[in-house]
């Protein structure tokens, strides 16, 4: 079946580090990749998305780049903020109408000043 | 601002008894979905409706149940809670068409003692 696995935290590093969450995925078709957020105490947030192969999703800093030929979909950050520690979703969808999400089972950043 | 509201942040219940979980959405959405999520395990799909009436059971749907009498409104129903369904239920829902990213709730921190 489809699955998503991202690397195990948690991930420490100090304000201002470059980060990376590693994310490779298993599928039958061509999914859409989706990076998640969740913030301590609040529900997923959507962070960035790419629906097709080469396609760079980006958001409030953070960028990821959908690989076919790697099946992968790594979140980076060039400079990391205190306020950007929270639990991150990797996941993806097989787009069709009534689809539903696969997701990976998370990887905690925090940061310190 | 587009919501998913879920009725209670925390709950505490006791082993034995029934348990509804409720879940809104103001965006018109015809599908909404249940998932529970627990350190170490991600986020798993309990149940899901793409429309009013429908449900379809998800990866782990033993011990739960759901009813969408509206389209607005969709309801996790614990039959006889149980202490190993402790957990953070988070509900979501997404439109048939487009994105096909989902927008979730603040979720529901259940205690079964």
């Known amino acids: 079946g489809d699955s998503v696995t991202q690397m195990e935290g948690p991930v420490t590093l100090s304000e201002e580090a470059f980060l990376t969450i590693n994310c490779t995925y298993t599928?039958?078709?061509?999914?859409?990749l989706f990076w998640y957020v969740q913030y301590p105490g609040e529900g997923l947030q959507l962070l960035l998305k790419a629906t097709k192969a080469d396609d760079k999703g980006s958001n409030k800093g953070f960028e990821a780049t959908y690989r076919k030929e790697t099946t992968s979909f790594h979140l980076e950050k060039g400079s990391v903020q205190v306020s950007d520690s929270a639990v991150y979703f990797c996941a993806l969808s097989l787009g069709s109408g009534y689809s539903t999400l696969t997701f990976g089972k998370g990887t905690m950043l925090l940061v310190s000043p | 601002d587009v919501k998913v509201t879920q009725s209670s942040r925390y709950l505490v219940k006791r082993t034995g008894e029934k348990v509804f979980l409720e879940c809104v959405q103001d965006m018109d959405h015809e599908n909404m979905f249940w998932y529970r999520q627990d350190p170490g395990l991600g986020l798993r799909l309990i149940y899901f409706s793409y429309d009013v009436k429908m449900k379809e059971k998800g990866d782990i749907p033993e011990g739960y149940s759901v009813s969408r009498e509206k389209k607005e409104r969709f309801s996790l129903i614990l039959e006889s809670a149980s202490t190993n369904q402790t957990s953070m239920y988070l509900c979501a829902s997404r439109k048939t068409t487009g994105t096909y990213g989902y927008t979730f709730g603040s979720g529901t921190r259940l205690t079964v003692v």
């Open positions: 599928a039958t078709g061509y999914p859409s």
